[in-house]
């Protein structure tokens, strides 16, 4: 699965493949390894700037793929995903990847 990714890395566009603005802006910041971001969370309602609001035109594929890939995170919080399992799936195939996250919170009230 993670090759098709490997192989349209450098040519995605980040609009193509999130819900709005804010979630582009996250993922241009994980893509890059950005080392002011080393904690994220992943919600389904906004609360701080370095979230990723997950909705229905975000591909959670590629965003596991860009965190499997990043260097610099160190912790993130999974408090949403969607009720698609297969999203979910490939959310987590692509960030089981990363070697520099240290703690992952996963929160007991997903897909309520």
Known sequence: ???????????????????CSRN??????????D???TCLSMLDEPEDEDEFIVREGDDL?????FIGRNEKL???SVCYLPGDRERGVKFFFGMQRNK?????????????
């Open 61 to 65: 594929g590629w965003l596991g793929y």
């Open 1 to 19: 699965m993670n090759y098709q990714y490997d192989a349209l890395a450098s040519s995605v566009r980040l609009k193509d493949i999130t819900s």
């Open 74 to 76: 160190k912790y993130l």
């Open 35 to 37: 080392p002011g971001l």
């Open 24 to 33: 582009r802006a996250v993922l241009h910041r994980i893509k890059n390894s």
């Open 100 to 112: 520099s996250i240290k703690g992952v919170d996963i929160c007991n009230h997903l897909n309520e």
